[in-house]
């Protein structure tokens, strides 16, 4: 493979060919500042651009999510208040936004017109590399003090700030809480002990000099990582790098990381409590039955691929579906009524860790969880796991490196973010972007029966560094934390002088102000309608009226996937058939097939498919939005080479599936109260907007 042409000011390091993907992995190092490019070259128009830095908190201030906010509020070329908004009306980009791990800070965004891309290049690279950080941008986006009567010194402070809020409703977040809390006990020692979004608590600790040391250190082209991906060269990009922003810099003789965990010498037991607020709790939401047991393990580096491929395995092997023994396990347990939404395995920082848990528990059965999941991994390390049920996690695994998909991001976002971890960790992004190889090695691996039962073994039960948490609810805490706010702002008020008092008045009126001005947008670029495309390109259909269904194919590059959905139109339902609509379209794909069980039948689609599932989708006819039309939707995708059995499984489905498990349906229905109740802290805004829709039309009802 010729090498590709480099700008002057970069070093070419290598190139790689991911014949999976259908591209090539490039990578580059900024001469002078040690800035690291990534470029994955594909012939997609969709181009994207990421820059990505290492922020390592030391403290829970959030000083990382807030700087993120703040540098996003004016650059020394666009000094306008919000530019990142501003450009969003003037772009005709895919994708758009900033986002803070808890090891790095990146600001991606994807285009599919060339001049759009470029005119968004120029505003992100001012914004990220020569950002204003005023003041005032910090105490709008950070946090600040304020008299709950603006005007009046008399009235009791108040705390403000976009960031301080937004982790104010995230930490309300029970899983948001099991998760900090969990990683609290996992991570003792390094940067993930941490709350990087930022604990409310802690929050108004951060001043506005230590946000600006935080960022000249950390937003710094020699701890930046720019990664690229799509039809432009590597060369042209790098181009502009160098003009709109590296030139201007000196290396920084500080590099930035995470060291590795100290490991525990024995398993640790915690208990702690999270708000519980439910004022008229019914039989089935008790206090006492709200508690979250889970353990967590803390396993090897992220950047090592086949190490992180072997515990990807085991945890699909696991916890795959419901034949899977582990979720098996939690599922039917009468410990709690269940499994924890924390369940699976976490990749994203430099450190693997393996969690299993349980909601709608007791802190008593904390002893009889533990032995619940020792006893199956003792049976997985002592008998192993049937060696189809390893396939199909397996073939889950491939499915996941062949998709072209984003959970909505575009396809080359996707990839981007998938090689972050491991260049963040200066490990190798271009492994992680080719897993065929690794997949190939354990294909070979898994034919010894002894290979699950060693890594279940090795990676969970000889591991020390072991952490079980009971998280229960307290319906007092809520009360506390705000008494111990109003206390703090008491003490606060209590020191201030007439100065003070008029400084945060004055403050407040200023950024009151500031909010009403209008900005001179015209500063911004922006693309015209001499730009934009005049045609549409869309992919053609080919329609056959074939038995027993007429049938509709698009044709499109999936890298080997294939994408399937049944639609049928529902016929007019009783009042009592409709109230069952969503329970049938929810149990639909979880319940046996035929002469199988569900548990065989969870097997089935593993083993084909990556994954299946019923909807119902109403709406309105376009011209009458009274007219409502309803059509039950069965959509399931898996690799081209399982079709016909993919189509016999979606078959079946629709056709023979078994209510007569009505021990499964009763779990089934257990598991979705549990998701419900625990998803209505981060869903408040949607479900009142459904209820406020109800009364425009049938189809909000």
Not at 69 to 94: Q, W
Not at 162 to 174: H, I, P
Not at 175 to 190: F, R
Not at 648 to 666: N, Y
Request: one cysteine or more.
């Amino acid at each position: 493979m010729s090498e590709p042409a480099t700008h002057p000011a970069f070093e070419f390091l290598r190139s790689q060919q991911v014949a999976s993907l259908n591209l090539v992995v490039e990578e580059y190092r900024h001469r002078r500042t040690g800035a690291q490019h990534i470029h994955l070259a594909s012939d997609s128009p969709e181009n994207v651009f990421l820059v990505a830095l290492r922020t390592v908190p030391e403290d829970s201030s959030g000083v990382a999510h807030i700087l993120e906010h703040t540098a996003l509020c004016g650059s020394e070329k666009y000094p306008v208040r919000d530019p990142f908004f501003m450009m969003i009306r003037r772009s005709l980009n895919t994708f758009m936004n900033a986002m803070t791990s808890s090891d790095w800070t990146a600001y991606p965004f994807a285009s599919l017109n060339r001049k759009d891309y470029y005119n968004l290049l120029d505003v992100y690279l001012d914004a990220v590399f020569f950002s204003r950080l005023d003041p005032m941008d910090f105490a709008q986006e950070g946090h600040r003090i304020e008299f709950s009567e603006p005007d009046n010194p008399e009235s009791p402070l108040v705390f403000k700030g976009v960031v301080y809020n937004e982790m104010k409703g995230a930490m309300s977040s029970v899983p948001s809480t099991l998760w900090q809390t969990l990683s609290k006990y996992l991570y003792p020692t390094t940067t993930y002990h941490h709350n990087s979004g930022g604990d409310p608590a802690s929050i108004p600790d951060l001043s506005y000099q230590q946000l600006k040391d935080f960022y000249q250190t950390h937003y710094h082209p020699s701890n930046a990582i720019f990664m690229t991906f799509g039809d432009i060269p590597a060369a042209e990009l790098q181009s502009r790098f160098e003009e709109q922003a590296l030139a201007r810099f000196e290396p920084l003789d500080v590099e930035i990381s995470v060291p590795d965990e100290k490991r525990y010498l024995a398993p640790l037991r915690v208990e702690e409590a999270y708000a519980y607020d439910e004022e008229t709790p019914d039989e089935e939401t008790q206090p006492e039955r709200k508690t979250h047991l889970v353990m967590g393990w803390l396993l090897g580096a992220a950047t090592n691929l086949m190490e992180s491929m072997e515990a990807h395995l085991l945890a699909s092997a696991l916890l795959d579906n419901s034949a899977s023994p582990l979720q098996m396990a939690l599922e039917t347990t009468e410990l709690g009524t269940a499994p924890s939404p924390l369940c699976g395995l976490d990749d994203s920082q430099k450190e693997l860790c393996f969690v299993c848990g349980i909601e709608g528990s007791e802190t008593d059965q904390v002893r009889n969880f533990e032995e619940l999941v020792l006893n199956v991994l003792r049976e997985v390390a002592q008998h192993g796991i049937p060696r189809d049920q390893v396939e199909a996690s397996l073939h889950q695994l491939e499915l996941q490196q062949r998709e072209i998909t984003g959970d909505g991001y575009p396809y080359g976002l996707q990839l981007l973010m998938t090689a972050l971890t491991s260049a963040t960790h200066r490990g190798d992004p271009i492994a992680l972007l080719d897993l065929d190889p690794v997949i190939a090695t354990l294909r070979e691996r898994i034919q010894d029966d002894n290979y699950i039962k060693q890594l279940a073994q090795r990676l969970l039960l000889d591991n020390q560094h072991r952490v079980t948490l009971s998280l229960r609810p307290d319906q007092a805490l809520s009360a506390r934390k705000m008494q111990a706010e109003m206390a703090r702002l008491a003490a606060i008020q209590a020191g201030l002088d007439e100065e003070q008092k008029e400084a945060i008045i004055r403050q407040a009126n200023v950024l009151k102000e500031r909010q009403g001005r209008k900005d001179d947008e015209s500063i911004l670029p922006k693309v015209g309608l001499e730009d934009i495309p005049t045609q549409l390109a869309y992919v053609a259909a080919t329609e056959k009226l074939q038995s027993p269904l007429p049938l509709t194919t698009y044709s499109a590059g999936t890298n080997g996937l294939v994408y399937q959905q049944v639609i049928m139109p529902m016929p007019d339902f009783s009042e009592q058939e409709l109230a069952l609509l969503p329970l049938y379209s929810n149990v639909l794909t979880e319940l046996g097939v035929g002469e199988r069980n569900y548990l065989d039948t969870q097997l089935w689609q593993s083993r084909v498919c990556g994954s299946i599932h019923a909807m119902i989708s109403a709406r309105g006819n376009p011209l009458d939005v009274n007219a409502l039309r309803g059509h039950l939707v069965l959509s399931a995708k898996g690799l081209a080479r399982n079709q016909q059995e993919l189509s016999q499984l979606m078959q079946e489905t629709l056709s023979a599936v078994r209510f007569d498990e009505l021990d499964r349906i009763h779990d089934l229905v257990s598991q979705s109260r549990a998701r419900r109740d625990s998803s209505i802290t981060g869903n408040g805004h949607s479900l009142a907007m459904t209820a406020a829709a109800r009364g425009i039309s049938p189809g909000a009802q």
